[in-house]
């Protein structure tokens, strides 16, 4: 049954007066795109990281908190830093879904929360509430759920920082909870846990049950597309049988391997097929409704189960940077750097990038001790929590250790070929690789896990029915071609608006996931 036209809320919330203001809208701006209109709207472009005029936006994407498969995905945003634009962090869990049950588009975080204890925010039907938990200062991220959870209820998402975004280290990240399970929850890559602690906020909690109540301009039909979307995802090998079957190893083979990693060699089927090993429910999913599920479809005890996808990234990380190949100390390393909230990929980087500087071979001692350090929070700790770009800056001179820099993944592009075999339309001047930034774009937007990519880009139905699917859910129409050109105007919004903040050139801020494509769209 068709409703009316669907209308959402931005909620912006003021941490320095404590007031909330609810604002309707319609969905001319959506996911990424909104997130990047209202720091356009709130932020002047010279404004600082750590300054009370940044704010955050946390966006569930389009389609969350529908029946459409695998979109359990919030947009985060935030500016990066005085000179730079918006950093964006695409964060798993079930905060997503369930904002969007709550016909939430937007959080909008502004202005500053003080006093000794952090801010807990709480989302629920009743509306929005600012809270001062006991004791809840500076503590790990499992007792930080723990309390979070016990005070407000166990069906709630919640995302929020550890100990290194309380104290404002730049490796700090952000957490966000699983469905309930073990694991419970992870730290996402590349995140903004010290503008968070800056803000004085410890938790974001949406407290609903739902995960599906998002309004919908037609849910029926929304429901039947969304099955043959799933279909589109579950068909194609890297998205229903590597990827659930061997989990994101499959994109570390992809990293090196390119499109050309032989399926035929694993056994990816007998891998998929579920395992009760205990009396808990090991996640294999991130948020409820994900058809791909890539996490833990190995796990035969609890002690064999991964925190998140970036477990085997560490691996691959910690083994090629020091050779370090024990997978119990990597899943004890990655499970500390979680309980600190901070980014364990980068972790791995800045250390070996600050073990090459002073001599230090790598190993597990020394890695412990590095953690140890940042824990403790010493001058050392500080500097190993300041990333690579903050190690370097102490070193300029020593040029030849530059490289060892994470660069954004936008500055790869120049070593590829994109080539996308088959297009849904043509739009004249675009490019195959503006086709594939404006679908990953337009993905990301509608709340897609961007593991999902590999399934839609080259299919030719799948842009017509998202296109659809819009339109089941909004009430108004978008074609294929408006959906990509949205995408595009936000990457162009966002560039401007980088230019106005930049003293040098400004260039495009794309998913680090585009890392992958990359490779698997090659051709040589
Ligand atoms: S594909 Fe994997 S990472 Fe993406 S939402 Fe599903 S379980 Fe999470």
């Known amino acids: ?40 709207e709130e932020v002047p472009p010279k404004t600082d990281r750590l300054e009370d005029e940044n704010i955050i936006v ?19 945003g935030t500016k990066r830093s005085k000179d730079e634009g918006i950093q964006f962090s695409n964060l798993a869990g079930t905060i997503s879904q369930k904002l969007a049950s709550l016909n939430i588009d937007a959080l909008v975080l502004m202005g500053k929360g003080t ?63 699983y469905p309930e399970g073990n694991p419970s929850f992870y730290c996402a890559r590349n995140s903004i846990g010290d503008v968070f602690g800056y803000k004085g906020i410890k938790a974001i909690c949406v407290k609903t049950k739902n995960h599906f109540h998002g309004p919908q301009y037609d849910e029926n039909r929304m429901k039947d597309i969304s099955k043959k979307v799933s279909r589109i995802i579950i068909d194609h090998p890297i998205c ?7 989990g994101s190893i499959t994109l570390m083979k992809m990293l090196k391997d390119g499109k050309n990693i032989d399926l035929s060699q694993m056994d990816c089927k007998e891998n998929k097929k579920d395992t009760i090993v205990s009396d808990f429910k090991i996640n294999k999913t991130c948020s409820p409704l994900c058809v791909i599920g890539c996490l833990n479809r190995h796990a035969k005890t609890d002690e064999d189960y991964y925190t ?7 691996f691959a990380a910690l083994n090629e940077a020091f050779g370090i190949d024990d997978e119990q100390y990597v899943r004890d390393f990655t499970k500390r750097c979680f309980e600190l909230g901070i980014d364990c990929i980068e972790f791995i980087f800045s250390a070996s990038l600050y073990f090459s500087l002073q001599g230090i071979k790598g190993s597990i001692y020394e890695m412990d001790k590095a953690l140890d350090e940042v824990e403790n929070l010493t001058l050392l700790g500080r500097v190993l929590g300041s990333k690579t770009t903050g190690i370097y800056t102490l070193f300029r001179d020593k040029d030849e250790y530059k490289s060892m820099v994470t660069k954004p993944s936008i500055s790869e592009e120049d070593n590829f070929n994109i080539d996308i075999q088959s297009k849904t339309i043509d739009l004249p001047n675009l490019s195959d690789l503006d086709y594939l ?23 030719e139905e799948a842009l017509t029915l998202l296109s659809k699917m819009y339109y ?5 129409k978008a074609s294929e071609k408006d959906i990509l050109e949205y995408a595009l105007e936000t990457l162009e919004v966002e560039k401007k608006y980088e230019e ?8 495009k801020s794309i998913p680090e996931f585009v890392k992958v494509l990359y490779r698997y769209f090659h051709k040589n």
């Not at 952090?118 to 759920?145: A, F, M, W, Y």
């Not at 229903?240 to 061997?246: F, K, Q």
């Not at 106005?500 to 260039?507: H, L």
């Open 472 to 476: 089941y859910k909004t009430g108004t």
């Open 437 to 459: 930034y404006a679908y990953m774009m337009a993905l990301e937007s509608f709340g897609f896990c961007l593991f999902s990519s590999f399934a839609f880009i080259e299919n």
């Open 58 to 76: 946390l966006a569930p994407g389009l389609f969350s908190g529908t029946l459409a498969p695998s979109t359990g995905r919030l947009i985060v």
């Open 308 to 314: 998140s996808p970036a477990e085997s990234e560490a």
């Open 1 to 40: 049954m068709e409703g009316s036209v669907i209308m959402g809320k931005i909620v912006y919330i003021d941490l320095t007066e404590g007031k909330i203001i609810e604002k309707e809208k319609d969905f001319t701006d959506y996911g990424r795109g909104l997130v990047t209109r209202i720091i356009r």
């Open 500 to 507: 106005e903040a930049k003293i040098e050139s400004a260039d």
């Open 115 to 177: 006093g000794d204890i952090p801010i807990t925010i709480l989302v629920e039907d009743e509306g929005v509430s600012l809270n001062r938990v006991q004791d809840i200062k500076g503590l790990e991220v499992s007792p930080t759920i723990d309390k979070v959870s016990n005070l407000f209820g166990k069906k709630c998402g919640i995302i929020g920082i550890g100990p290194a975004g309380e104290n404002l280290l730049p490796i700090s990240t952000l957490f966000s909870t």
């Open 240 to 246: 229903g049988e590597a990827l659930p079957g061997l």
